[in-house]
């Protein structure tokens, strides 16, 4: 049996959308099961909606899942070029080839030509399509058209009768009559080849045993298999992959925003993902388990489990909604697995970007050290880890005072207490989480509060937040001084809110 040969055939019209990223990963993963190849292609022929970010956006996106190439763009290989656009040549002398054996023909007919006959076909209520009118010409009638410089498309000449039967790996067999087939163009009036003929000349080229691509072609497989039957080459093998909807369950996954009843967005690029705090590992079990299972049972599963247990009779071919849900839950569970260093090197770049710090310095943190666990715990996105952890570096900005005043509190009682707490903390000579513990909670029993009273108008003083990390390694983590100047601010605001009311009496 030959070497596995699979093929992630992308276009650069967009960014990688996640039903894309599905169909590279399953090639990928099939490639790496089998001990074959995973050969990456860019089908640039798409003039029109070619865009020149979108191809570095693809390389990024597949590296950062994990899904390294053995052949393509910037990784080289021995039947490139990787790049359809590269190749106009080869597809120029394959569609010569078929034209010159009778498999294909040259087709005359401008666009206002075509235009008429849809128009006709629309009055007369008939299927709308190419008539097949230049498929009939003479030799004579040819050289006519081509003496008034005419310009042609090459058209595959497909049976009229009988039918096309093909196996599908994931599907099973499946027919298509010829007669419902149409003649279609296989080389552009300017060269350039459509879908169809470089997707054929290439795999058979690339030596690509098995296509996984998404179920939306399966239509085109018909006219593949004439083309593979006229050439004389042996097919791979096919399999479909179903398609992916959206997370409500209606309708093919979208290529646009989407966003729920309650406002939120749903990411559809795997860019979005990245930007969002998601980990490539999360992704990557992820969209594994759209369509294929490990056993029914497990959702957490790393890569090399995938890879062993990885196989296309395994792929379910019924489509299958977004788990959106999941997928954030899944993200948790991978960020808290994740050592300490490993989580600060990941964070960091978010961080940066939040609070307009350099990454060397939060690297060199140790406050941020400090904290990290206590943050780890909390957070399902690498993006929320900032509004956890800002304070370090800006000081908090007490908009409500409400929220220094906890339920059955008077703003009295809170006043002596982050009053006291000052004293009490300026006076400490060991500034450890149980120093600091022993020296609030006596304070708290010797006030008659709650340890909550007391401990919650600190925290929102010293963080400007009623939800941060336990609130001793918070107050270790900032530090004596911030700490006491923090809580001096508050009682500040508090006497002027005070004297405020007051006044206006």
């Known amino acids: 049996m030959a070497q596995t040969r699979v093929r992630f055939a992308p276009s650069p019209t967009g960014y990688l959308h996640i039903g894309g990223a599905r169909t590279a990963l399953f090639n990928w993963l099939y490639a790496r099961h089998t001990g074959g190849q995973f050969i990456l292609r860019i089908e640039d022929t798409d003039r029109k909606r070619f865009q020149a970010d979108s191809l570095q956006d693809i390389l990024d996106s597949l590296r950062w899942l994990g899904l390294d190439w053995d052949e393509g763009p910037e990784v080289g290989g021995d039947y490139g070029p990787y790049f359809q656009s590269e190749r106009l040549e080869i597809y120029q002398h394959w569609a010569d080839w078929l034209v010159e054996h009778g498999h294909a023909y040259r087709c005359y007919c401008t666009a206002e030509e075509l235009a008429e006959m849809r128009e006709q076909q629309r009055a007369a209520k008939q299927k709308i399509g190419y008539d097949r009118r230049c498929r009939w010409l003479t030799p004579e009638e040819r050289a006519a058209r081509e003496a008034e410089g005419r310009a042609w498309v090459v058209r595959l000449a497909v049976p009229l009768e009988g039918s096309v039967t093909f196996h ?3 599907r099973g067999d499946i027919t298509y009559e010829n007669a419902l087939l149409q003649d279609a163009v296989l080389l552009k009036s300017d060269g350039w080849p459509t879908y169809h003929l470089a997707n054929v000349v290439d795999d058979h080229l690339m030596r690509i045993t098995h296509i996984m691509r998404g179920d939306e072609w399966i239509a085109s497989v018909p006219l593949h298999w004439h083309l593979y039957r006229a050439f004389g080459w042996e097919p791979p093998v096919w399999a479909h992959l179903p398609v992916i909807l959206n997370p ?25 993902y990245r930007e969002m705090g998601y980990l490539p590992e999360a992704i990557f079990n992820f969209l594994s388990g759209i369509g294929w299972s490990l056993d029914g049972e497990t959702e957490i599963y790393d890569r090399e489990t995938a890879i062993r247990a990885f196989d296309i009779s395994g792929v379910h071919p019924s489509p299958a909604a977004l788990p959106a849900d999941k997928l954030l839950w899944m993200n948790g569970v991978y960020i808290r697995e994740l050592e300490p260093d490993d989580l600060l090197q990941r964070l960091t770049p978010y961080l940066s970007q939040a609070l307009s710090l350099p990454e060397a310095r939060l690297l060199e943190d140790e406050r941020l050290r ?4 206590h943050v780890q715990e909390r957070i399902k996105l690498l993006t929320e880890a900032a509004d956890l952890l800002d304070y370090l570096y800006i000081e908090p900005v007490i908009d409500d005072l409400k929220a220094l005043i906890p339920r059955k509190t008077t703003p009295e009682q809170v006043r002596e207490g982050l009053s006291r707490a000052i004293q009490a903390l300026e006076s400490l000579d060991d500034w450890s989480e149980a120093a600091i513990e022993k020296t609030l909670r006596e304070l708290a029993a010797d006030l008659g509060m709650k340890a909550g009273q007391l401990f919650n108008p600190i925290r929102v003083a010293v963080t400007g937040k009623r939800v941060a990390p336990p609130l001793f390694v918070t107050l270790r983590a900032v530090g004596r001084e911030a700490t006491c ?3 001096r601010a508050a009682l500040a605001r508090l006497d002027n809110s005070v004297h405020t009311e007051q006044a206006s009496l």
């Open 168 to 170: 599908d790996a994931i």
């Open 248 to 272: 409500s369950g209606k309708g093919k996954m979208s290529k646009r925003e989407i966003r729920r009843p309650d406002g939120a967005v749903i990411p559809v690029y795997v860019r979005q």
């Open 370 to 373: 400090l904290l990290l666990p």
């Open 485 to 487: 100047r923090r809580l």
